[in-house]
């Protein structure tokens, strides 16, 4: 059981992980990139409602705009931006319609974001793994990101759905042995995990929730954080106590000069 719930608890982290990354690969803050023009583009495999490929369409079209960009390292423009031109006269202007990136700059997109008419993100589909399919697909409402479907076991099909409000993680809901139904739940407040309900015997009803070990679990994070807090303090030097008495010289030095 324990190592069933321990296993469990660090595919979470990577899940988490990967899921973040692909997030910050895609964020919207950093410097600009473009696409490779004539680069592949993933298939549109994902599931029912997410990845809207039209909205990245633009040959052809005298309602698309395409920019082509190269980010940071890239020697070629990896990250490509589709805007629909809407209105007429002076009222025309663009609104992002869709982003594609090649993160890995291996010459094929690896990461699909499309968004709706008010150019507020809507979807994206990622292949965090780079094999050339999607396994991460996101929903965001109000340009903020409410549920995350992942597929684990690269079936091409999501088996793992991420529930947030407000940005925080929620609820999350896992189909481990992959026959189309969940049969692990966890509970989160605030983005922290509260409890955990596993369905043994995969009939659909939960049969024990970790509410304990969770709570265990939380309280030993804590106190290693805690430790690890003080540690860091104990080596930092106290405010007012020189870093170093060479540079403490060195600046003192300097201003007397
Ligand atoms: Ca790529
Ligand atoms: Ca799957
Ligand atoms: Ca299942």
Not at 194 to 205: I, K, T, W
Request: proline share 5%; with cysteine.
């Amino acid at each position: 059981m324990k190592g069933r719930f321990t296993k469990g608890l660090l595919g979470l982290g990577v899940l988490l992980g990967l899921a973040l990354a692909a997030l910050h690969a895609c964020g919207g803050s950093g410097p600009e990139a473009g696409a490779p023009k004539g680069g592949a583009v993933l298939p549109p495999q994902s599931p029912a409602g997410v990845g809207d490929q039209a909205r990245c369409q633009f040959e052809g079209r005298s309602d698309r705009e395409a920019v082509e960009t190269a980010g940071p390292g890239a020697m070629r423009p990896n990250i490509r931006r589709v805007y629909a031109i809407v209105g007429e006269g002076e009222a025309r202007r663009r609104v992002i319609s869709c982003r594609e990136v090649d993160t890995n700059l291996d010459g094929v997109f690896d990461v699909v974001r499309t968004y709706n008419d008010l150019g507020e993100s809507a979807e994206e589909s990622v292949d965090s793994n780079f094999e050339g399919r999607f396994d991460t697909w996101h929903t965001f409402t109000k340009g903020r990101i409410t549920k995350t479907q992942i597929d684990n076991n690269g079936d091409g099909r999501p088996d793992e759905s991420r529930y947030y409000i407000k940005g925080k993680l929620s609820r999350v809901q896992r189909d481990t042995n992959h026959d189309g139904a969940p049969d692990v739940w966890e509970v989160y407040d605030n983005g922290h995990l509260q409890r955990m309900g596993e369905d043994l015997d995969y009939d659909g009803h939960v049969d024990r929730w970790n509410r304990d070990e969770i709570a265990a679990r939380l309280a030993e994070q804590r106190e290693r954080e805690e430790e690890e807090q003080q540690e860091q303090q104990t080596q930092a030097p106290k405010p007012g106590e020189p870093v170093d008495a060479g540079v403490t010289d060195a600046r003192v030095s300097a201003r007397n000069r």
